[in-house]
């Protein structure tokens, strides 16, 4: 039955991949919007200017849709179809694969055609800079980043928490990661309220953001790039960046392509200077569409791995748990006082009595 779950999880996420690929992000009714409208109406409520009321924030955004994914999995732990479905729908509604490099692509057409207007429009869709004054170089470096960050964000960490926990680790990760979208920002009003969600958030990526830039060294070749240039700039510039995981994907993708990124960042009502990563010139046009490339391969590359981990765990965990219960004794291998006294290991004088002594024993 444990290998039944594994098989329907595992093809959920094939199925949910499949979905994403084909059909994107729903237009209307996408859950992840009526999650965001509920988590900003809890707010609403629940905000004060500290850790605490982040903390219980984060824990009932978070711990509401785990709950409702720990239920669908006990309801179907009999239904090997009804649960593939539900974890198809659930990676579908979690993944952003396609919308991620549908942006990277139409980004790309603007600046080709040297329509800054469209493309400081379409920069909204991708990241949260200011796009008033930014020249194409400067447009394309925010698009080269946020395809890097969100092939983790929006692929392989959902992929990742999904082959490890289900259901439930889909539900729980996108709930972080939008509540880290919504909330995790150094501002006034979140400095300290975001923290307990930026943290969270961190802590579901830090093995999904070093897989993500793994890949993408690993599959610089598909977006026409040098492997070993890109293993070497993520090494040495992956821990420069202000995040513990957006270093590891963006110095990844600016070996993979060649290109410098990181600088002067502006946002509404704030600047940040961040290092330098890679060596080569600023991104242009044509970048964009190799780091879309890149992202494609990366996220089919976590997919299958992600597909094959519950098959392979669960066959790992039971071989193992069937090697414990061999080593246990049985039941019948305890020693009883008649086999001790039939052994030798009892006084023979008075052997009865000490038999029914030890009966005696027993039972208090």
Request: aromatic share 4%; hydrophobic share 45%.
């Amino acid at each position: 039955m444990r290998h039944t779950g594994a098989v329907a999880n595992a093809t959920g996420l094939v199925v949910g991949y499949a979905l994403d690929a084909a059909f994107g992000d729903p237009r209307r009714g996408h859950p992840v919007s009526g999650f965001g409208r509920a988590a900003a109406a809890l707010e609403r409520r629940l905000y004060r200017p500290d850790r605490l009321a982040g903390g219980i924030f984060t824990a009932v955004c978070v711990g509401v849709p785990v709950a409702i994914g720990v239920a669908a999995t006990v309801g179907t732990r009999h239904r090997p179809v009804a649960r593939a479905a539900l974890v198809a729908v659930g990676t579908w509604a979690v993944l952003g694969g396609r919308s991620l490099r549908h942006e990277a692509k139409s980004m790309g057409r603007s600046l080709r055609g040297g329509d800054l207007p469209a493309a400081r429009q379409r920069l909204g869709h991708l990241c949260g800079r200011d796009p008033s004054t930014l020249d194409e170089p400067e447009i394309a470096r925010a698009t080269v980043e946020s395809v890097a960050e969100n092939t983790s964000d929006a692929v392989v960490a959902p992929l990742f928490w999904g082959a490890v926990a289900g259901l439930p680790g889909l539900l729980g990760y996108r709930a972080a990661n939008t509540l880290d979208a919504m909330v995790g920002h150094r501002n006034i009003r979140y400095a300290r309220f975001g923290t307990p969600a930026a943290r969270l958030d961190d802590l579901l990526n830090l093995v999904p953001a070093r897989l993500t830039g793994l890949l993408t060294v690993a599959l610089a070749s598909v977006g026409k790039g040098d492997r070993e240039r890109a293993w070497r700039v993520w090494r040495r510039d992956r821990d420069d960046h202000p995040s513990p995981n957006a270093g590891q994907c963006e110095a990844a993708m600016a070996g993979a392509l060649g290109v410098r990124l990181g600088g002067r960042n502006v946002y509404f009502g704030r600047t940040e200077a961040r290092p330098f990563l890679g060596d080569g010139p600023r991104p242009e046009a044509r970048h964009l569409v190799r780091a879309a490339r890149i992202s494609r391969a990366v996220g089919l590359t976590a997919l299958g791995i992600a597909a094959v981990y519950p098959l392979t765990a669960g066959r790992l965990i039971g071989a193992a748990a069937r090697r414990t219960r061999q080593a246990l004794p049985t039941p019948r291998a305890l020693p009883t006082p008649r086999r001790m006294l039939a052994q030798g290991a009892l006084p023979t004088s008075g052997g009865l009595r000490g038999l029914r002594m030890l009966r005696t024993w027993g039972r208090r």
